[in-house]
């Protein structure tokens, strides 16, 4: 297994700083007095209104990388499906449906989601690897545009719920490409020894063989992982889909679109995100000359760092030579950390210009492995300060928890001088709505 510690931070390591490549579009950065904005609006200002701890984005980061991944595609006929598990607030997701995305959805929490943003039910992707029948009731009835599937049994079960229905489901079977990306285990989804998807032969035999009655092959789908950085998986992957196109069109089934996943790196330390200069260059040739449409699934290069977690300075505290910041923000809020040993870069929202002291920045909650980052530098804070925690636009909030009976925080956007509440913090009352004394 990789060393979960080095996946993310090594570019922390190597000493360098995210927050100047964010500032240099003015996403975050300090103005003048040495105060965090995020755009043209103060996180302090926030904070006096709305406490801490909350998650605050940055509309126009969601708008470049749009924009960023269109440009790489042109001449492409393509469309972008955000996914959209990476940050499920419905003013996300209209966001990117505004900018002419589609929704990749992977439960029916996230279809309900997806329709209520706005999205149409046709612009609409379903995937997962366990599929209830509830959630392929719901989006038959819907008519959303493709069901990716995952096996074989999967695809009976939406064939017998379809044909109840009398409907035709559409259909890209997931091909697992056994291609390694090179990432993290967890976020490895395209080798053999994964749960996702379908392997080449027995995808092929399905394609040729299947003769359902309520089932309509429209596709063909990947995904080999998150957090990849080198074209060399991308296009070793797809040379394996378009291959099989191939055969399968010699045969006589002719698919319409190729799905090729997301994945695409971002960096949580310094550094550059995925080079889609290079993707326009190796990559776009083979899928123009596809004769294919072309889908991409991309969330983390969307929302990651478009934003931060902004928490308070509870108390500091030492214990022999080591140097603690307690928070008021913790696993709770931001389980990267804790889950994958993932790397956040940590700011003070106010800069003091202190020498830099070396701390573990922890949590309240009652686990010892309740921390937001280990040996920060950081100018000595005080109680009361703020902390912003970078990166944490995306497997942030979605993922976060109820823990210790906590109150899930607020979720701020920004627009350039313009800041809303979009989603409000937890109240005692929503804790218990759903349950009886008896």
């Keep these: 297994m990789a060393d979960s510690q080095n996946y993310i931070s090594k570019s922390h390591q190597d000493g360098k700083s995210l927050l100047p490549l964010l500032a240099e579009q003015n996403y975050f950065h300090y103005n003048d007095n040495n105060e965090l904005f995020c755009e043209n609006v103060s996180i302090k200002t926030i904070a006096d209104e709305v406490g801490t701890p909350f998650f605050v984005y940055s509309k126009k980061y969601f708008t470049d990388k749009y924009q960023t991944m269109s440009r790489a595609l042109a001449g492409c006929d393509f469309k972008i499906f955000y996914a959209v598990k990476s940050n499920y607030n419905i003013n996300i997701i209209n966001i990117l449906r505004e900018l002419g995305a589609g929704a990749d959805v992977n439960s029916l929490g996230e279809m309900y989601r997806a329709l209520k943003a706005g999205v149409p039910a046709n612009e609409i992707l379903l995937g997962g690897v366990g599929k209830s029948a509830e959630e392929i009731k719901f989006a038959i009835e819907k008519d959303i545009f493709l069901f990716k599937v995952e096996s074989e049994s999967e695809l009976l079960l939406i064939n017998s719920i379809a044909n109840d229905l009398g409907k035709i489901a559409r259909v890209a079977l997931r091909v697992n490409p056994d291609v390694d990306p090179h990432t993290h285990p967890y976020i490895s989804t395209g080798l053999a020894e994964n749960k996702f998807g379908i392997a080449l032969k027995e995808a092929e035999a399905i394609y040729l063989n299947s003769r359902l009655s309520s089932i309509q092959f429209t596709g063909i789908d990947m995904h080999i992982g998150s957090q990849i950085f080198s074209i060399a998986p991308y296009k070793a992957a797809i040379e394996k889909i378009l291959n099989l196109c191939q ?18 790196g971002i960096e949580y330390a310094g550094g ?22 072309i889908f991409l699934e991309p969330g983390r290069y969307f929302s990651a760092n478009s934003g931060a977690l902004i928490a308070k300075v509870l108390y500091l505290k030492k214990n022999g030579d080591k140097n603690f910041v307690i928070a008021d923000a913790g696993m709770s809020e931001l389980i990267r950390p804790s889950l994958y040993g993932a790397y956040h870069e940590i700011v003070p929202v106010s800069s003091s210009g202190k020498s830099e002291k070396m701390y573990d920045v922890v949590g309240p909650l009652c686990e010892s492995g309740d921390f937001l980052g280990k040996d920060i530098p950081l100018a000595e804070p005080a109680p009361n300060d703020l902390l912003a925690i970078l990166s944490a636009g995306a497997y942030s909030m979605v993922m976060s928890s109820n823990y210790n009976a906590r109150m899930r925080p607020p979720e701020i956007l920004v627009d350039n001088g313009k800041w809303h509440i979009i989603r409000k913090r937890e109240s005692l009352m929503q804790l218990i709505q759903n349950e009886e004394l008896v």
């Design 272 to 293: 550059k995100d995925f080079e889609f200069d290079a993707f326009s260059k190796e990559i776009v040739p083979l899928l123009k000359n596809s004769g294919m449409k």
């Design 247 to 264: 055969r399968l069109k010699a045969a006589g089934i002719n698919l319409h679109h190729i799905d090729i996943g997301g994945g695409y």
